[in-house]
C-alpha cells in the first residue's frame, strides 16, 4: 500500500518530462520577412523578372510588397556589406555587380547601371561579354536622356528636339529587339511623351495661343501608350487640362458678362466630365478613387458657372 502511495508521489515519469521541455523549448516558427540569407537567391528572384513587361503592366512585387527590382537591388547592397571581405576577394563579385546592373536599369538609373557593368566588363567572367552590349545599351539611353530642349529654345526647335529624341529611342527598340530591353525603351518613349506634352502644358501658361498645342500633346500621350500601366494617369491628366482650361476661359471672361461664350466653356467642361467619368467607372483601378473626387469637384464648378451665366 505504501509502495503504491510512494509511486504516485514521485510524479511524472522521466518520458512525460521530456515532452514538457521538448515543448518549452521548440524554436519559433519562422518569420515571414526574415532576411535574406545567400546572393543566389536574390539573383533567383530577379532573374525570375527580368523579362517582364513593365510596359503594360507594373513591377512584380516581392513576399514584402515592394517593387522586387528596387528590392532586389537593396537585398544585394546589404549582402555585399554583409560579405564584404569575400566579395571583394572575387567570390561571385561579377554576379552581384551583374545583378545590380540589371535592377538598376529597370528603375531608370541607366548611368548608375553602365557603371556596374562596365565593371564586370573589365573581369575574366562568362558575364564579361553580355555586360559590354547591357552597357552600350544603357550608355546610349543616357546620351538620348540629354536631347532635350534648351531654356531659350523656340517652339519649333523644343518639338525638334522631341521629335528627334523619339528616333532615337525607336532606332535603339529595333535593335535590342527581342529583348527585356524593348520594355525599357517603350517605357523611355512614354516618358518621352510625357515630357513633350508637359513642356507644351507649362510654355502656354505664360504664352499666349499655346493651349490648342499643348492640348493635342496630352490627347498623343494617350492614343500613343493606351497599353501603358499608366493609360489612367495620361486620361487623368489630360482631363485636368480640359478643367483648367474651362477655369482660365472663366477667369479671362466673368461668366456674368455678356462675352461668355457658353459654347467654348462647355467644349472644355465636357472633355474634362467625360474623362473624369470614364476613369471613375472603371473597377480594380486606384484612379479610380482620385477620377470620383476630381469629377465632383469639377461639377461644382460647372453649376456655378452656370449659375452665375444663367441667374435666372
Known amino acids: 500500500m505504501n509502495t503504491s502511495r510512494n509511486r504516485h508521489a514521485r510524479g511524472p515519469g522521466p518520458l512525460l518530462l521530456l515532452a514538457l521541455l521538448g515543448a518549452c523549448v521548440s524554436p519559433a516558427p519562422e518569420s515571414v520577412y526574415s532576411p535574406t540569407e545567400t546572393i543566389l537567391e536574390v539573383v533567383a528572384v530577379l532573374r525570375l523578372h527580368i523579362d517582364d513587361d513593365t510596359y503594360r503592366f507594373p513591377p512584380a512585387r516581392d513576399f514584402t510588397g515592394k517593387d522586387v527590382f528596387r528590392s532586389s537591388f537593396n537585398r544585394l547592397e546589404s549582402l555585399e556589406q554583409i560579405h564584404e571581405e569575400k566579395i571583394r576577394s572575387g567570390h561571385l563579385r561579377d554576379v552581384v555587380l551583374f545583378a545590380k546592373g540589371r535592377a538598376l536599369e529597370r528603375i531608370t538609373e541607366f548611368d548608375l547601371a553602365a557603371r556596374h557593368y562596365a565593371e564586370v566588363e573589365e573581369m575574366n567572367s562568362p558575364l564579361a561579354e553580355p555586360a559590354r552590349r547591357a552597357r552600350e545599351i544603357n550608355e546610349r539611353i543616357v546620351d538620348v536622356e540629354r536631347v532635350r530642349p534648351g531654356n531659350d529654345a523656340s517652339i519649333a526647335d523644343a518639338l525638334a528636339q522631341f521629335e528627334y529624341r523619339q528616333e532615337l529611342l525607336e532606332q535603339l527598340e529595333r535593335e ?37 498645342s499643348a492640348l493635342r500633346q496630352y490627347q498623343r500621350l494617350v492614343r500613343r501608350n493606351q497599353k501603358s500601366k499608366h493609360r489612367n494617369r495620361h486620361l487623368l491628366d489630360l482631363g485636368e487640362l480640359y478643367a483648367d482650361l474651362s477655369r482660365n476661359y472663366a477667369r479671362r471672361v466673368p461668366p456674368s458678362s455678356l462675352e461668355f461664350d457658353t459654347v467654348v466653356f462647355d467644349e472644355y467642361a465636357f472633355g474634362a466630365t467625360r474623362i473624369f467619368e470614364a476613369v471613375s467607372q472603371q473597377d480594380g483601378v486606384l484612379e479610380k478613387i482620385e477620377a470620383s473626387r476630381r469629377l465632383e469637384a469639377f461639377l461644382a464648378f460647372v453649376l456655378q458657372v452656370h449659375d452665375e451665366h444663367f441667374p435666372y
Do not use: W
Open 176 to 212: 535590342v529587339d527581342p529583348s527585356h530591353y524593348v520594355y525599357v525603351i517603350r517605357e523611355e518613349l512614354e516618358r518621352t511623351d510625357l515630357a513633350r506634352a508637359e513642356y507644351l502644358r507649362a510654355r502656354s501658361q505664360i504664352e499666349d495661343g499655346l493651349d490648342a
